[in-house]
């Protein structure tokens, strides 16, 4: 199959893969992160713990997603949520709006799988005509 004909503006499998490469490209920052900075190697703070935890849904969600776009989208916004939440009551402060970027995968999946369900209903829509025979 050729790539280029199967692109067109406003298709689901644009966002579909546009959401992919976005989630596959916070995976691999936030791999770079963990290398670059470290974990603590003795003791993990209750908050740290809770906030790892929160971004193991996060990326839970975008595995998810490859096959069931709404379900993994829906768990990765609540993980985002989560994290910001788990983040207020361990700090007592806001992550601020970088972590925001966790959330694009999911809104990009939500379009597809809304684009999906529309292209498919427009392709099985019923006909006033009868199908024509072919002898």
Not at 39 to 48: A, D, N, S, T
Not at 89 to 115: I, K
Request: glycine letters at 6%; hydrophobic letters at 60%.
């Amino acid at each position: 199959m050729n790539a280029i004909p199967a692109f067109r503006p406003n298709c689901c499998c644009t966002y579909r893969w546009l959401a992919r490469a976005v989630a596959g490209m916070l995976f691999a920052m936030w791999l770079v992160l963990v290398a670059v900075e470290g974990l603590p190697v003795r003791h993990f703070p209750v908050g740290l713990s809770a906030q790892l935890a929160v971004l193991a849904v996060v990326f839970a969600g975008y595995a998810i997603s490859v096959r069931h776009e709404l379900a993994g989208a829906l768990i990765s916004l609540a993980g985002v949520a989560a994290f910001y939440a788990v983040t207020y009551v361990n700090l007592e402060n806001t992550v601020g709006l970088a972590f925001a970027w966790f959330a694009a995968p999911p809104v990009l999946w939500l379009w597809s799988w809304r684009l999906a369900r529309r292209e498919h209903a427009a392709a099985q829509a019923p006909t006033d005509t009868p199908p024509s025979e072919t002898v």
